[in-house]
């Protein structure tokens, strides 16, 4: 693969046979449908030419598209003709899983509600992804990532005392909430396949998801009456506020020095965390730092103590590892046995991190129309092999001609009407697809999950 | 392209008319209990965890599963770990613990703690502390191995794994268990040159990408202030993929009745760094490094304006300016209106997105100003009316009263502590209207040990 790795993949067919129908756009729900993709299912990426992907059109262009849609085909339909719609019911009924992104009802409205999938369908296992889910009074309100980790109170839970809530520097809740739908189509994969049990409808909500991941939080608030509110909450990069009146910052665990400490280095990205937990570690931090005399205080020995004097403690600490590097810093540290590492940005952990070049975590594939890159893979290893994603992406309506004929079964004389008279294709004159002003009125409303 | 395409008859959906329980009929009242319904009940998870293991039980708990926590005398370390919860029972309960463990079975083991990570406990806490570390107790992994030959899944996240920390080779497990899963979560995973390095949900959330774009902004060129969010994020991500390959293996894995041990090796460290939206292409495809700022999508350039405004009631709300498409303008102005708001906004200079794009700080001046005038819970409710993707920014106790979350039943009354209900908040998803999970009311939080004598001496693994 790249040089500096040993890594061996092979391709996963844990879900062959299972065929998806993905109507998904933008990053949550393609990222579930990828996913699917690298577990060996055939996923059918459903566009029309009037209203393809916006991420095709993203400003990282085709290698964020391409990385988000690995492994899928490429079907282009103009669901609002008859024909199209037609075939698009043929194709439901070949699926055994549908999945969309769409806002709440939208799908229903251009004539595929559940039950229609579960006539076409009987055991279809019917996936969606939106911000607050297809029921309850908020259903048809509209999210981006930003806006479900607003109202869930994952941008609350991140920053510092004193300061407005820091949130989170791109839609984390996108990735894990695709991510999660695909944790809930499997385990429907897996009643229908064992349990026995008639048609699936899972309706996967951004908001909950980013609920869920606050667990601990919720229940302080609902039990304890817990303010978060309150000075010292969320508490910056330790994992406990001083003189904050409760147990911990939420982190899963407790200690100090911890936090983020400036290095030698350029100043946006000169960064890293040291995270002491014990007094073990606390005494091998100290001896990094050559036992000075600041540091042998019978004060700090224990983990209270250090978290009552953390402002000098991080003054002292930061004074030390502004000197050095911060990946010569994590290996000083790391070899003593206290944790450390530093601030990665995307460059740092594609082409200097040496765990994840060892482990292939971004591999590279030559991709037709765009060539050898290196892409995401879904970082999961069995039996020491990495599951390759297949080499492929949806090259748009690169796949529609060979579904119609193998899959649906229609003469080539037919495909090519089809093409022609733009139920499948391109329309052959007239409208182009940048130009296209009047969107049907109900699309004003499709959510923008990205 | 290899076309896998080709029709099939139909019906018989993913399994065909395979499924053991033949009937059809899962239309679910809540009332039915999980064990009716769930997906994955009789699948016998059995989950040791040092920490970033935990979710990943959870989430097969969730879905239905058995799942048998073992711990280590003293327990786990998260039960000392706050917030706490005086119960009516008058004991306290960690939240941390409850949340990640409720419905869980517990058995005490005494194995050893060699391969811990240091505790954020004194060492004189220990109960073992006067005791040889490497030393294993010979009983103690007869009784784990008698759990094994149970189990269909082991979630492995001890500290460096059982294999190595306490000699549990695949064959012996192939030997206790034909066809086991074994799932290992560690920090850097089993090879690689850091697979032997501490590792704490900060540094893996500040290794794998999150902390370099999350924070503040910079002001006037200085670099803004990297942050890491909190919530025990990191345990997170790689939970769902092993929860997402582990049930993916068990179908596979008995359509061709599997007899050798499959183990699958997560890394925290390459969950996280897989799951940074647009930052890895970026730097691909764009040579971009991505910049960091408060609350906004990926960008790898600073993507003036701010997002994030401060209103009257001191809350803050999420107002997104980036998709200010004719449409949303339009009905930006409405609200403004509609509030009496005098603002410049009418003018013809701001008539085409085109338009306004360049000058978009001078819209942005107008949001702040409005939002300083109202609360940001009217601002969220008129904002939304309008399709506007707005959000007010929510603090955990803000939730517990919403309207919508309370009609879509996500905090459900389950007896968390004895004798106790509690809003407990459920999984992200509803299975409307056939439910695909409903909610196990019992699903308490396990003393520790409580499971013990039941499951190693009596009935064995719980009648399922």
Aim: net charge negative; glycine share 10%; proline share 7%.
């Amino acid at each position: 693969m790249n040089g500096i790795s040993d890594d061996v993949a092979a391709p996963n067919q844990s879900l062959k046979g299972i065929r998806v129908l993905d109507f998904t756009w933008n990053v949550a729900g393609p990222t579930c449908t990828r996913i699917l993709a690298a577990l060996g299912a055939e996923v059918i990426k459903v566009e029309s030419h009037t209203m393809p992907d916006p991420i095709r059109r993203s400003p990282a262009a085709a290698g964020f598209f391409a990385n988000l849609n690995l492994g899928k085909r490429s079907f282009t339909v103009d669901a609002k003709s008859r024909e199209g719609h037609e075939l698009l019911e043929q194709l439901v009924a070949e699926s055994d899983v549908v999945v969309e992104s769409f806002a709440s009802g939208v799908l229903a409205s251009w004539g595929f509600s559940y039950d229609k999938l579960v006539a076409l369908s009987p055991n279809v296992i019917y996936v969606s992804v939106t911000g607050f889910g297809h029921t309850g009074p908020y259903q048809s309100y509209v999210t981006y990532g930003p806006t479900a980790q607003a109202y869930s109170g994952m941008t609350h839970s991140s920053g510092k005392p004193g300061r407005p809530p820091a949130g989170w520097g791109y839609s984390y809740l996108d990735v894990f909430t695709g991510s999660m739908a695909a944790a809930w189509t499997l385990s429907a994969i897996h009643k229908v396949r064992f349990r026995g049990g008639g048609p699936q409808r899972v309706d996967v909500s951004q908001v909950e998801t980013g609920l869920s991941m606050l667990g601990e939080l919720m229940l302080d608030a609902q039990l304890n009456g817990a303010d978060h509110r309150r000075p010292g909450f969320p508490p910056g990069n330790r994992a406990v506020w001083p003189g904050d009146n409760t147990t911990g910052g939420a982190r899963g665990e407790v200690g100090a020095p911890y936090g983020i400490y400036r290095t030698a280095g350029k100043p946006e990205d000169a960064f890293c965390a040291i995270a002491v937990l014990s007094d073990e570690e606390w005494i091998r931090l100290r001896a990094c730092m050559g036992d000075p005399e600041w540091a042998m205080s019978p004060a700090l020995d224990s983990t209270t103590g250090r978290i009552a004097a953390q402002e000098q403690l991080d003054r002292r600490v930061g004074e030390w590892t502004i000197g050095i590097d911060k990946y010569e810093l994590m290996s000083l540290l790391t070899a003593a046995g206290v944790r450390s590492g530093p601030v990665q940005s995307g460059r740092e952990r594609m082409d200097v991190d040496p765990s994840l070049a060892a482990r292939a975590v971004f591999p590279k594939m030559s991709l037709a129309d765009i060539g050898e890159h290196r892409f995401e893979s879904i970082p999961i290893r069995i039996d020491g092999k990495r599951i390759a994603s297949p080499p492929t992406w949806p090259v748009m309506g690169a796949d529609t001609a060979d579904i119609l004929r193998d899959l649906l079964g229609l003469p080539e004389t037919e495909i090519a009407r089809l093409a022609a008279q733009g139920i499948t294709d391109r329309p052959a004159t007239g409208r182009s697809t940048r130009a296209v002003k009047a969107r049907p009125r109900n699309l004003a409303a499709i959510q923008e999950t990205s | 392209m290899t076309a896998t395409t080709s029709p099939r008859p139909r019906p018989g959906g993913p399994g065909g008319p395979g499924g053991e329980a033949g009937s059809a009929g899962s239309a679910g009242s809540a009332a039915q209990s999980r064990t009716d319904t769930s997906p994955l009940t009789g699948v016998r998870v059995l989950e040791i965890d040092d920490g970033f293991a935990g979710y990943a039980g959870k989430v097969f708990a969730d879905f239905g599963a058995s799942v048998v926590k073992v711990e280590r005398p003293g327990g786990a370390l998260q039960r000392r770990s706050g917030p706490f919860y005086r119960a009516a029972d008058g004991n306290e309960y960690s939240l941390p613990f409850a949340y990640y463990n409720a419905g869980k079975q517990s058995v005490l083991l005494d194995l050893p703690d060699a391969g811990r990570p240091d505790a954020d406990r004194p060492d004189a806490d220990r109960p073992d502390a006067d005791r040889p570390d490497a030393e294993v107790d010979a009983d103690a992994i007869a009784q784990l191995e008698r759990l094994i030959a149970g189990a269909d899944v082991v979630l492995d996240g001890m500290s460096g794994g059982i294999t190595a920390t306490l000699g549990l080779s695949s064959e012996r497990l192939a030997e206790l268990r034909p066809g086991l899963i074994h799932v290992v979560i560690t920090p850097f995973g089993l090879t690689g040159p850091w697979r032997d390095y501490l590792s704490s949900d900060l540094v893996a959330l500040t290794l794998g990408g999150v902390t370099a774009q999350t924070g503040y902004d910079s002001v006037n060129g200085r670099p803004g202030q990297p942050i890491s969010p909190t919530g025990g994020q990191s345990s997170h991500f790689v939970g769902v993929l092993a929860a997402i390959a582990t049930i993916a293996a068990l179908r596979e894995r008995r359509d061709r009745r599997a007899e050798d041990v499959l183990t699958l090796d997560f890394s925290v460290h390459d969950s996280v760094a897989v799951s940074t939206e647009s930052y890895v292409s970026m730097w691909e495809f764009g040579n971009l490094e991505g910049f960091r700022h408060t609350g906004r999508h990926a960008s790898g350039i600073f993507t003036n304006p701010a997002w994030q405004f401060r209103c009257g009631d001191g809350a803050y709300v999420c107002a997104l300016t980036l998709y200010l498409n004719d449409r949303r303008f339009a009905a930006l102005l409405d609200l403004f209106d509609k509030a009496g708001f005098s603002h410049g906004l009418a003018d013809e200079r701001y008539a085409t997105q085109r338009q306004r794009d360049p000058i978009m700080n001078e819209i942005v001046n107008e949001i702040a100003r409005f939002c300083k005038q109202h609360s940001a819970d009217y601002i969220f409710d008129e904002a939304q009316r309008r399709q506007l993707p707005w959000a007010k920014v929510r603090s955990p106790e803000d939730i517990a009263a919403d309207a919508h979350l309370a009609a879509r039943g996500f905090f459900t009354p389950v007896e968390l502590f004895p004798g106790e209900q509690v809003p407990f908040p459920g999984m992200p998803w509803q299975g409307l209207p056939s439910a695909l999970l409903a909610t196990d009311a019992n699903a308490h939080v396990p003393q520790l040990g409580q499971d013990t004598e039941a499951l190693l001496n009596q009935e064995g693994w719980r009648a399922l």
